[in-house]
């Protein structure tokens, strides 16, 4: 009887017999996303160990501190989850479920902002940091806005470059949208440690500055995640 | 997970493991698939035979990122499906002949729609329909997929590739009933 099955190309089969060596499966989504948690969670609250907590907790309670950050961090796991089933190509969600929970991330952080707002008007920065210092932030606000959103986008930076590399074997169809969604996660991880440290609760310096450092981020993932696609698309040109 | 898609999986494990028989079974298991697959989304053969090699160079690529907890068939035409839309040239010639609906050289044929008209009404009535709905339709008649596994390739709801697919069918049967009353 006469083998109909196909066989591989031969300029196939010599690029692939040249690299044969083992190699570990890639988590899970879950997995993956509950895997980003420990780093996630160390690089978002660095600021609160440098700084301490701003010192109107008791004003705004744990519900508006603790809480919402927790959920904000929570969704930003999500976000990371969601950027893992999109790197599938086979395991896709819905558009709908993608661009839903990138809104109520943006929606989220803009509520608990007003909220926290209402609550603590906070306005004057009261930093533990030398009497002049604060007096000097007091006078030029700018200083403390330009400090938290190049803070918030670098420690979110730090955060995407660790989230590109665990994204590495990324087959995402639309790589710029995996990576965005894993900049907004880091974004949104971030911003969950900063806003408890933050004395200021205008909503101009909330979402003027840390608001910018997750957009940066989101762009930053965007980028980085485009650029991978490409050179995937590249190196997996046709054998010679 | 079907008795197929069991042994591919053992295969993949395998694959992942260094194995180039696996891989050479995994191609002779999958490879006539993807190629008819890829010369749909292609609009012809032209093309299908450099994508079909850069489906599986991709796949070699990115062994590691197979987890087996996946099915493998549906991770490998999703594959494919990528590496089309990866390609520019590929995405043009897409255009192109989506806006044309000319010709479908070697257009897969359903089953199911077989008693419906000949091979070649069949061929040009799929071309009448919008390509999302041809895809769904020939994922799932032709290629055996289930919703939920063309949802993941398609991202979008088990229940949207299902309204597209049975969309699909009717504009079929309609398109069929016109060419057949036309020639009549």
């Known amino acids: 009887m006469i083998d109909r099955s196909p066989k591989p ?10 690299d044969l060596r083992p190699v570990k499966p890639s988590p899970q989504p879950l997995q993956l996303a509950l895997r980003m948690i420990p780093l996630a969670l160390l690089i978002s609250s660095a600021i609160l160990l440098a700084v301490g907590p701003r010192q109107d907790l008791n004003v705004l309670g744990p519900f508006l501190t603790w809480g919402a950050s927790a959920a904000q961090f929570m969704l930003a796991i999500a976000l990371i989850w969601i950027a893992a089933h999109e790197s599938i190509p086979a395991g896709r969600l819905p558009r709908q479920i993608v661009y ?22 906070a306005t004057a920065p009261l930093v533990r940091v030398p009497p002049q210092v604060n007096e000097m932030l007091r006078d030029s606000p700018w200083i403390m806005g330009f400090g938290c959103g190049i803070g918030s986008t670098v420690a979110g930076g730090i955060l995407v470059l660790f989230f590109s590399w ?23 991880a971030i911003n969950a440690g900063w806003r408890i440290a933050c004395p200021f609760s205008t909503p101009w310096h909330a979402l003027g500055a840390h608001g910018a450092a997750i957009i940066a981020t989101v762009l930053l993932g965007a980028l980085i995640g485009r650029y991978l696609g490409k050179r995937r ?7 010679s | 997970m079907s008795e197929g898609d069991q042994e591919l999986r053992g295969l993949m494990i395998r694959y992942q493991g260094g194995s180039l028989e696996a891989f050479e079974e995994i191609y002779a298991q999958l490879a006539t698939g993807v190629r008819r697959y890829l010369s749909h989304l292609a609009g012809g053969a032209e093309f299908a035979d450099d994508l079909l090699q850069e489906t599986f160079l991709q796949m070699h690529r990115s062994r590691a990122a197979y987890n087996p907890a996946y099915a493998v068939k549906p991770w490998v035409f999703g594959l494919a499906r990528n590496v089309f839309l990866m390609g520019r040239r590929a995405a043009r010639r897409w255009a192109s ?12 044929v359903l089953p199911e729609a077989d008693r419906l008209g000949s091979q070649d009404e069949i061929r040009r009535g799929l071309a009448y329909l919008s390509p999302d709905q041809a895809e769904a339709l020939l994922l799932h008649h032709e290629w055996g997929f289930s919703f939920e596994e063309i949802a993941g390739m398609l991202g979008t709801t088990a229940a949207a590739a299902r309204a597209r697919a049975s969309r699909g069918m009717a504009d079929l049967r309609a398109a069929l009933s016109s060419l057949q009353r036309t020639r009549a």
Do not use: C, K, W
């Open chain 1, 9 to 18: 190309p031969e300029a196939l089969m010599r690029a692939i017999a040249q």
């Open chain 1, 100 to 121: 839903a929970a990138a809104v109520a991330g943006l929606l989220f952080v803009v509520f608990v902002t007003l909220l926290t707002f209402s609550t603590s008007p």
């Open chain 1, 166 to 188: 665990a994204f590495r074997n990324s087959l995402a169809t639309r790589p710029t949208m995996a990576g965005a969604l894993y900049g907004a996660g880091a974004g949104l």
């Open chain 1, 233 to 239: 698309s590249h190196i997996g040109g046709r054998p």
């Open chain 2, 97 to 108: 002949v989506h806006e044309s609906r000319e010709d479908f050289p070697e257009f897969p």
